[in-house]
């Protein structure tokens, strides 16, 4: 899992919750990412950035919120408007194209 | 979107077989990269091959990559119990304005003992 801590790693939300994952790295990149897991299922990106204060929207970022105020750090903020939340959710960095993730989050929604 | 696409989606083998799993993809890259995850676990990252290559090596591992036909194969040979695992293909290219990886739907492999 290299330098990338995800937390917490089971997290279980009411409906109508809002509930924001960890994604922290010490590896110095600049780019990092939210995926997306359904089970046997590939990745879907949610959200992505590139540098520090800039994020982009990926495929499915409907109900999602992002911030980038620290180098280190992207956490991923799963709101009420996301109708199905449960999920695998896998944080990123990356240099030179290549990924490096972390141990995940499972999400599950009561 | 899911750009790259395994064939098979669940191979079993038993150990000491080669396991051979296949990936295609639609438009342009940069590179396709092959991950490796465990059970409820992150993406392990383990071999690039750029567009301008052929074919790629890395211990046990085997790559080849066809751009004429948008497709790559990943060979694992003399498998291992502990191979057990799904990969996926990722392909590197531009989507708007950023180079971003989009992954396949995955090959379970599962190798007996």
């Known amino acids: 899992d290299g330098g990338i801590t995800q937390s917490p790693k089971y997290l279980f939300r009411k409906e109508g919750q809002n509930v924001t994952l960890s994604c922290e790295q010490n590896l110095n990149h600049d780019a990092m990412y939210w995926y997306r897991q359904d089970p046997g299922q590939g990745l879907r990106l949610i959200y992505y950035?590139?540098?520090?204060?800039?994020?982009q929207k990926g495929d499915i970022a409907e109900g999602y919120s992002v911030s980038r105020e620290k180098k280190e750090s992207f956490p991923l903020t799963v709101t009420s408007a996301q109708k199905n939340p449960t999920a695998f959710y896998l944080c990123a960095s990356s240099i030179a194209g290549i990924s490096f993730f972390g141990p995940g989050t499972r999400l599950t929604v009561l | 979107s899911q750009q790259g696409e395994e064939d098979p989606q669940a191979l079993s083998i038993q150990e000491g077989e080669n396991a051979t799993m296949n990936c295609s993809y639609k438009t342009s890259i940069n590179n396709l990269q092959w991950y490796r995850q465990n059970s409820g676990r992150g993406l392990v990252h383990l071999i690039l091959?750029?567009?301008?290559?052929r074919e790629k090596h890395s211990g046990r591992l085997r790559v080849t990559l066809d751009t004429s036909k948008k497709s790559s194969s990943l060979l694992i040979t003399a498998s291992r119990a502990a191979d057990t695992a799904s990969y996926f293909c990722?392909?590197?290219?531009?989507?708007?304005?950023?180079?971003?990886?989009?992954f396949g739907s995955g090959t379970q492999l599962t190798v007996l003992p």
């Open positions: 950035s590139q540098i520090v204060n800039d994020f």
């Open positions: 091959i750029r567009s301008n290559e």
């Open positions: 990722a392909t590197d290219a531009v989507r708007g304005s950023a180079r971003q990886l989009t």
